[in-house]
């Protein structure tokens, strides 16, 4: 069977992020998945309803996706405003549909609360980066669903074989 790969919608030129931009990533190989048939796109944020644009929003200062995960720590918005509940609903609705279209592979915009999988940003919305990973990547990876940042497309390429 051939492997299905869940991928950011920003990163197939949809202006989906908080900004209401894309970052759309250029590579033979998303054109040949996507000629066969093997992407499925998705913003989590958007699956849960969130507005574009939106307010930034990042994992609380101190805590992990893995806090978030299991109800100790929160995701808020640059003025204060609590949204894990929305990210929270967001991971579901990925891993939801990653395992109905059998993805077993994920490739993700890197920074975001939802979709990093290298890094995040630390919660003072200073620009200040961490390692760590968003909401939707640490539900995914603890599912069994490889993931990927668009960092990595070449180790994606690497892990499908083709």
């Keep these: ?12 030129g949809h202006a989906v992020r908080y900004d209401g931009q894309a970052k759309p990533l250029v590579h033979a190989a998303l054109d040949r998945w996507r000629d066969e048939g093997r992407l499925v796109t998705v913003c989590p944020e958007m699956s849960a309803g969130m507005p574009v644009p939106r307010l930034a929003a990042e994992i609380g200062e101190g805590w ?5 995960l299991s109800g100790k720590g929160q995701v808020r918005e640059s003025n204060g405003t609590d949204v894990t509940g929305g990210f929270l609903q967001a991971a579901r609705n990925a891993l939801a549909l990653a395992v109905e279209t059998g993805c077993t592979h994920a490739l993700l915009i890197d920074g ?14 200073s620009g200040r ?5 968003g909401v939707t990547a640490a539900l995914l990876k603890a599912h069994g669903i490889q993931v990927f940042s668009d960092r990595q497309i070449e180790e994606l390429v690497a892990a499908i074989g083709h």
């Design 1 to 12: 069977m051939t492997a299905k790969i869940l991928v950011s919608a920003c990163l197939m």
């Design 64 to 68: 992990s996706a893995a806090d978030i």
């Design 112 to 125: 975001s609360p939802s979709c990093g999988s290298g890094f995040v940003y630390d919660g003072s919305f």
């Design 129 to 133: 980066r961490q390692k760590d990973e």
